[in-house]
């Protein structure tokens, strides 16, 4: 029985035997396959053979110093194979006495743990790692929301800086096309007055022969007329001048006012591009700017009229209507001067951007008309072409209670 005792431990085990001075007498093939060694390289030797030269020396002298003593050394062992791999095992080294309680020889008793330490170590330095995260952790916070604060505010001053630079080159360019239209008002006078100027200028030759005939009642008449023309000029200087004359304040106005004092300061430039224009207009009332609606309107107009040029259509035709839909005020100007390209349609509202020569336009008309109908009165203005007419169409909310 003691026999089959000895063949379950040595085939459960890692056995070594070795003589009082630690040389190996016995080992198992257990022992040989987890070290490495064959028994011949290993009977005869120190058992020191497996020593790691990781451990400490107490060790050693801890377990010498046990087991001399005749008592019972357990531990778990770091052990080197032959080809410098490293195992642990759990060691038992058992002195065993002869009938004088002398010591003869040790034998050992081990198991494999190479696995369960290697565990055991791996998550200790997880362990550890997090430790190290976690005391590390409300510094790195702490620097990682100082910097976002600073990236915040840096972000901060740059967009009012954007803004700044935004706000300032719409304001120029605001003043351009004003300016750019002012001119072309001053033109648009200078031309209505022409032919006014000519008939006073025939009118006075008149009353100068009434008074050479002493004509009293015609000269009357013609004084009368010269009156007449005189106060048409007049009123021709003070459209233009209201026109001009900066509003800021927004108010209730109507829509339709504001189409027909268009085509009323146009009235001449249409006439004598023999263009015909079809109005069509609801009365409508909505809330901002009466005459930055105008001349948005102008700059449709004239942008047709220029087309109508450019691409020398011989039948002119503007169409205007005015209707309310779903909450808004819906103007379409319609013209038939051949169409806006492709390449061209989707950049019409960008500042600056022109087909015309240089002189005779500042690619600004439409960008701010864009802009008047965004922000001036809360609606937009878009743009489809097709078969050679184009259509501008403008929306503006209704004012609530008018709805
Ligand atoms: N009714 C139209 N028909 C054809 N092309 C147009 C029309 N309206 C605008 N465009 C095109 O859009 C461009 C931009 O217009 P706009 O912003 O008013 O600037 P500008 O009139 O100074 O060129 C014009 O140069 C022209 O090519
Ligand atoms: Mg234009």
Redesign the pocket.
């Given at each position: 029985m003691l026999e089959q005792y000895k063949n379950a431990i040595e085939k459960s085990n890692i056995i070594s035997k070795t003589d009082t001075e630690g040389i190996i007498t016995f080992v198992n093939d257990e022992f040989c396959k987890i070290s490495g060694y064959t028994k011949e390289q290993l009977i005869g030797f120190n058992h020191n053979i497996v020593r790691h030269p990781d451990v400490e020396q107490e060790k050693f002298e801890d377990l010498w110093r046990t087991i001399k003593s005749k008592k019972v050394y357990k531990n778990t062992v770091k052990n080197r194979a032959k080809d410098g791999s490293t195992f642990y095992v759990n060691t038992t080294v058992i002195p065993i006495l002869d009938h004088k309680e002398e010591i003869v020889e040790f034998i050992a008793i081990r198991y494999d743990v190479t696995k369960e330490v290697f565990y055991k170590e791996e998550l200790l330095k997880k362990e550890k790692q997090l430790q190290d995260l976690n005391e590390t952790l409300e510094l790195r916070v702490h620097r990682k929301t100082k910097e976002l604060e600073e990236l915040n505010e840096t972000l901060e001053k740059r967009i009012k800086e954007e803004v700044n630079k935004n706000e300032q080159k719409q304001k120029v360019m605001f003043l351009q096309s004003r300016q750019?239209s002012l001119g072309q008002m001053i033109a648009n006078i200078a031309h209505q007055w022409r032919q006014p100027l000519t008939e006073l200028n025939l009118t006075l030759f008149s009353m100068k022969k009434a008074a050479q005939n002493s004509d009293e009642a015609k000269l009357i008449e013609f004084y009368d007329e010269s009156k007449n023309i005189l106060k048409n000029m007049s009123e021709t200087i003070e459209d233009f001048t209201n026109f001009f004359n900066p509003q800021k304040e927004k108010h209730l106005f109507f829509v339709n006012e504001s189409i027909e004092e268009a085509l009323s300061l146009l009235d001449k430039m249409i006439v004598e591009n023999m263009i015909s224009v079809k109005v069509k207009l609801e009365k409508i009332e909505v809330l901002g700017i009466q005459n930055e609606l105008t001349q948005v309107i102008i700059?449709?107009i004239?942008?047709?009229k220029?087309?109508f040029i450019t691409k020398a259509i011989l039948i002119r035709e503007i169409s205007i209507t005015l209707t309310k839909e779903d909450g808004f005020a819906h103007i379409e100007i319609q013209?038939n001067?051949?169409?806006?390209q492709k390449e061209?349609i989707e950049n019409?509202?960008e500042p600056y951007?022109?087909?015309?020569h240089q002189s005779?336009?500042?690619?600004?008309?439409?960008?701010m008309?864009k802009m008047i109908c965004q922000k001036g009165l809360d609606g937009d203005l878009d743009?489809s072409?097709k078969k050679g007419v184009?259509t501008?169409s403008i929306k503006i909310p209704l004012v609530k209670s008018k709805i």
């Open positions: 750019a700059n449709l004239k942008n047709a220029d087309a013209d001067a051949g169409g806006i061209n019409i509202f951007f022109t087909t015309k005779s336009g500042t690619g600004l008309g439409l960008f008309s743009v072409s184009t501008f």
